[in-house]
């Protein structure tokens, strides 16, 4: 006598056992997936480093240039223009930006340019901004009514 051996495998077992066979993954696909995720992640973390380090940059270029502009402000309210040069050091939170000052006379007018110089580091790599302006003599100033 010929027994089946379908017979005494429940329907749901049998049905569910059939199924996970068609969706289950290939090696083939799985292979496939982890290539690709082998060539993406290293991608998308090189653009997210790049990212990161565009705003810290942007962030601290701004503060530079604040830093330049408050410092020439300064020079000119207080009449430090005389020096040919100066610098220091002002920090901004836990970051240092050295700055210098340097002026020289303008070839087109009887003016001086003063210009500022704010320096800082990013991820190991030296940046600087630079803000200038013209200012006239003392002499000329004082003679304007």
Known sequence: MRTERHRFIPRAVAGA???????AFTLVEV???L?????????AMEG???????????????????IAERVLNEVVVENQTA??????T?????????????????PVAAMTQLRVTVSFVVQGNNYEV???TLIAPASSIAATP
Not at 35 to 43: E, R
Not at 49 to 63: C, E, F, Q
Not at 83 to 88: C, R, T
């Open 17 to 23: 056992l059939s199924r996970s066979r068609v969706r």
């Open 31 to 33: 292979l496939a997936a």
């Open 35 to 43: 290539l690709m995720m082998a060539i993406i992640i290293p991608v």
């Open 48 to 66: 997210m480093t790049t990212a990161s380090r565009a705003g810290v940059l942007g962030v601290r270029k701004a503060t530079a240039m604040r």
């Open 83 to 88: 020096q040919s040069s100066s610098g220091g």
């Open 90 to 106: 002002i920090a901004d939170g836990e970051m240092e930006y050295p700055w210098t000052m340097s002026s020289e006379s303008w």
């Open 130 to 132: 630079s803000a200038s």
